[in-house]
């Protein structure tokens, strides 16, 4: 167990060790700080750090390859990675590597002391093993986008899972992205190497589905002329993604659980079972507990392919991606032809943020490839998106966008006015603008109370009272009595 109270600081950025040696100086652990992943592993060799926060980025030793060489030390502290480049890529690369978390600068402090608050519960817990490096496979690492929480603690998911042989069950609506965060879990793991299969058990008939998953025996039935592999065959020492699982029929289901049991089956009409070593990923766009109260679907093997699910939000409900996501498909269908740059107008991409997307992001994919037709070079303009698209876009109150669209738009504006004047102290200037806001809205809806805004902050009653004082807020008093002569 790891006594000590001693934390690292890993950052080339001299301002980035300097804040976090001000932010925890009145807390009851020690700072240290190091400029280099060098000057870091020497002093993690020498002596004991509970918690380090290292920069992902850095010339030398980076800290994806400083969470590698920690396994060789005696003291292994938890480690959390940070960089201002939360791609899909470097979290799922810290996560798997064994990063105990991975947060994305700018920083908030409050995130933070609760993320060494969780660590210090963890005491005498080991930190994640790293994972050995394997051979990687062809999946394109651009293929998930995503700045939206939920996608980033998704890949945070990927990352933990994919060196797991446990099976994961992906749900999430049609067109979210599930066999691309399946092909993500495979691409990530041991078996990368080995071969990733997929099949869709809605697209195949009932009867043809058995022979397609398990294969056959020649002359198993009319028109078997010779012996076939199934699925599971060619997937061993690989994976196998189940899609639509929650339209397999249950006696078919029934032989997927035999196969999640005892790792072997039958060919149809063989006699000689088959072992297999093949790991599971199902997806389905249905609710399957609903299914299991209609008896539609077996509880057994439910619970033995929710070991861990990933939900998939859709698209609706992470509209700031939207506009990186239509970049991407622009970037990558307009690579085929010889046209010169196109792009999206500010104006098209507020109408496709505003757009619910009922097919998600297969079908914003469908509407880049339209507009590619369309423009030869330059803006994608509104008048290049098709009428039903702009006719619910411009429908639809502003207000009922998301939160995290809205604060996009409220730090885009925010930039536009201040960019250039900032000075070095635009971070401070919109932190600032920001919490008054939250505080005054905050209280005035506990009407004043301190306590029960405090409260619903998660800090201290003594620091919102400084802040308000700082910030010149007024609350206003609750009104307990009417009598004007009440003390």
Known sequence: MNGSKDILIVDDEENIRWLFTQALEDSPYRVDTACSGEEALQKIRSQSYFMVFTDIFMEGISGLELLQKVRDTDHRPHIVVMTAQDTMNNTIEAMRHGAYDYISKPF??????????????????????????QKQDDFSLEAIIGK??????????????????????????????KELVARALHHYSDRSHKPFIFINCAAI???????????????????AVESKKGKFELADGGTLMLDEIGDMELPLQAKILRVLQNNEFYRVGGKDSIRVDVRIIAATNQRLPDLMKADRFREDLYHRLNVINIHLPPLRDRAEDIPLLAEFFLKKYGKVSTQDRIYL???????????????????????????????????????????????????????????????????????????????????????????????????????????????????????????????????????????????
Not at 148 to 176: C, H, W, Y
Not at 207 to 221: C, R, Y
Not at 357 to 369: D, M, S, V
Request: aromatic share 6%; net charge neutral.
């Open 108 to 133: 908030d402090f409050d995130e933070i002391f609760k993320l060494i608050d969780r660590v210090e519960k963890s005491r005498g817990v080991e930190a994640p093993e790293p994972r050995a490096e």
């Open 148 to 177: 939206n929480r939920r996608m980033q603690d998704i890949f945070k998911v990927i990352g933990k899972a994919a060196s797991t042989q446990f099976p994961v069950l992906i749900t999430g609506e049609s067109g979210t992205g």
């Open 205 to 223: 008939s009932r009867e043809l589905l058995e022979s397609e998953l398990f294969g056959h025996e020649k002359g198993s039935f009319t028109g």
């Open 345 to 487: 107008a500010p104006e098209t991409a507020e109408l496709l943020m505003l757009y619910p997307w009922p097919g998600n992001i297969r079908e914003l994919e469908n509407i880049i490839k339209r507009c590619l037709v369309l423009v030869n070079r330059g803006p994608v303009l509104p008048e290049h998106l098709p009428d039903p698209l702009l006719t619910e876009a411009r429908q639809t109150p502003k207000s009922s966008k998301s939160w995290e669209t809205h604060l996009d738009n409220v730090v885009r504006d925010f930039l536009a006015k201040n960019q250039e004047n900032a000075d070095g102290q635009l971070y401070d200037l919109l932190i600032q603008a920001v919490e008054k806001h939250l505080f005054e809205q905050l209280l005035e809806s506990k009407r004043g109370n301190q306590v029960a805004t405090s409260k619903s902050l998660g800090i201290n009653r003594n620091t919102l009272k400084r802040k308000i004082d700082a910030m010149g807020i007024e609350p206003k008093k609750k009104n307990n009595d009417s009598n004007p002569h009440s003390n």
